[in-house]
């Protein structure tokens, strides 16, 4: 099955003939032991019988001459995965999960050598955990796409308007009661994620997306309004009803400490996580020119207005996360007003194209991902992109049907640049059982075009190979 490797490998040489190998993976080094109980396990839910640890069959070995975040695969008279990096060898594997097959109890494999690496590292997919509840096992079995496809990061988007599902020792009271994550729950994300070479990114959502966070602890975080009825009805630039508790006090001392505290414990809940996503984007802004804490900070600050304000924000929030040793994520959110107050460390996800846009925003300095809503998002089944409209995209480009996104009638392209870092697939308001079947084969098509630049199959091809992948890959994440 060397042509329905998804990814496609950049090199694949097919020597002839069949390997019959026993149905067991071992390690040379110690430190991988890890991923051989990762391969057992997946071997034998993929398989529907029982690997074993032991030699005879599969061999994980390093080779530090080999690129970072590559590997090979040689299959002759024994199956060998090399790589110089826990990432390259979970390619590995992923790799040979596809190519496995099975005679009886033994495994099968078409002798060959493989040689591969993908062009962007960063490939994601992001798990919106708020608008419906997902169960852990269920997360697993997304994280078990991710291994399968190649696809190293997971962005776990923790809180919104509508609840919280992480849990707060500050803050108790912020949890969504029964439905929130526990510190146990979290700990065994962040194995099963170590287990198969992914990187967690954790979101926690401001200024905007704020209703829970308000709501919990109003003397806190809310604003200070002098008098709500002044923005009663009010309605965003966009024609959105605005919610006054939708968005924190940008200028309270007391609201920034508390977020200070809670990016801390974000931090300390997520101990490997390099990455910690803001948020950043969909604040109700106007909000803050009826908050008197707000216009007083301003005032003091020499910062002209709301939109400004909301840069400063950013930019402060980014600049804790930097304190804290970790580097910062955004949503294309913010205004270019004030842009230049947002350190450049800072990675923005351009999504929307409409409250900035990906050239500007490479002008600016910054690192950007693209999360084009089209064709990238998956949205509680509606506007559903398929696997062929993103093999038809590329990563330098930003599609989209809303009216309000620069997007819409004429795409945005950018040249390819080591500052276009990669792209990503978000999942919204969906559960598990709505959005798995997307997944598997959105993701695997994004995935694919991140890992070649240049197209390598066409449509038809494509096509069939994603189906030849899938089969195997329902038989992972299945219920058991």
Excluded at 107 to 121: A, F, S, V
Excluded at 176 to 201: H, M, Q, V
Aim: glycine fraction near 6%.
């Amino acid at each position: 099955m060397l042509n329905n490797i998804i990814p496609i490998p950049k090199k694949v040489e097919a020597s002839g003939g069949i390997l019959i190998a026993q149905p067991r993976i071992y390690t040379d080094c110690p430190e991988w032991e890890i991923f051989v109980e990762t391969a057992v396990d997946s071997f034998s839910r993929m398989c529907f019988f029982n690997f074993e640890k032991g030699e005879g069959g599969v061999i994980l070995t390093r080779d530090n001459a080999l690129k970072p975040a590559s590997y090979t695969v040689s299959i002759d008279d024994k199956a060998v995965i090399s790589a110089p990096d826990d990432e390259g060898i979970c390619y590995g594997i992923a790799t040979l999960l596809q190519l496995a097959e099975l005679e009886g109890e033994m495994l099968t494999l078409e002798k060959c050598r493989i040689e591969d690496w993908g062009d962007k590292n960063y490939r994601a997919l992001m798990l919106d955990l708020v608008s419906s509840w997902h169960p852990l096992d269920k997360v697993l079995r997304f994280m078990d796409v991710c291994f399968f496809e190649k696809v190293p990061y997971v962005h776990l988007h923790l809180i919104d308007n509508a609840a919280c599902r992480i849990r707060s020792k500050a803050y108790p009271k912020l949890a969504t009661p029964k439905y929130s994550y526990s510190y146990e729950d979290i700990e065994t994300i962040r194995n099963y994620a170590r287990a198969r070479g992914l990187k967690l990114i954790p979101e926690f959502d401001i200024p905007g997306h704020a209703r829970r966070l308000v709501n919990t602890y109003p003397e806190v975080f809310g604003n200070k309004l002098s008098n709500e009825s002044e923005i009663q009805g009010a309605v965003s630039e966009v024609g959105f009803k605005i919610n006054t508790d939708d968005v924190i006090c940008a200028g309270s001392d007391e609201c920034f400490d508390g977020m200070k505290t809670l990016f801390q414990e974000v931090a300390e809940l997520f101990p490997e996580s390099e990455y910690i996503h803001i948020g950043g984007d969909e604040a109700y802004i106007q909000v803050w020119d009826h908050c008197p804490v707000c216009q007083k900070y301003m005032k003091d600050n020499g910062i002209s207005d709301r939109y400004e304000l909301y840069s400063e924000y950013v930019a402060r929030i980014s600049k804790f996360v930097l304190e804290l040793g970790r580097t910062p994520i955004v949503w294309e959110g913010f205004p270019r007003k004030g842009s230049e107050r947002i350190p450049k460390e800072t990675i923005v996800i351009a999504w929307e194209s409409h409250y900035n846009i990906a050239p500007d925003l490479l002008e600016d300095g910054f690192k950007i991902i693209n999360g084009s809503w089209q064709p990238l998002y998956i949205f509680n089944n509606s506007k559903r992109w398929t696997k062929e409209d993103i093999m038809n995209w590329n990563i330098c480009e930003w599609q989209h049907w809303w009216e309000h996104s620069a997007a819409t009638l004429n795409p945005i392209h950018v040249p390819n640049s080591d500052k276009l870092w990669g792209a990503q697939i978000s999942i919204w308001g969906s559960t598990y059982e709505n959005a798995i079947s997307a997944v598997v084969e959105n993701l695997a098509a994004m995935s694919e075009r991140c890992w070649n630049l240049t197209r390598r199959t066409n449509q038809i091809n494509y096509h069939n190979m994603s189906n030849c992948m899938s089969i195997k890959l329902h038989k992972l994440i299945q219920d058991r």
